[in-house]
């Protein structure tokens, strides 16, 4: 977790700016699976729930957290495997 200083805000105050790197690797995504992902960390991060709970979701016994928002994710790279698989 990398912490930098935004804008000041109304008060004059700086006000400390958070972000994390997650780097997700799959042969395929679901709709908002990310975003969803993302949102479980997140509640585990700010203290919602504990880590055991992404086991749980991973395992299908609880509902992952809420969607992250689209505009807090970015695309960095996106590869395509042109092997045969099993083959």
Do not use: K
Not at 16 to 39: K, N, Q
Not at 60 to 87: D, F, K, M
């Amino acid at each position: 977790i990398g912490g930098v200083q935004a804008g000041a805000n109304g008060a004059g105050q700086v006000t400390p700016l958070h972000f994390l790197c997650v780097e997700l690797t799959a042969d395929g995504f679901l709709t908002h699976m990310v975003r969803r992902i993302i949102g479980t960390l997140r509640q585990v991060g700010e203290g919602q729930c504990n880590a055991e709970a992404v086991e749980e979701v991973l395992a299908g016994a609880r509902e992952a957290g809420p969607s992250a928002p689209p505009h807090a994710l970015i695309c960095s790279r996106v590869a395509q495997c042109t092997g045969v698989i099993g083959g």
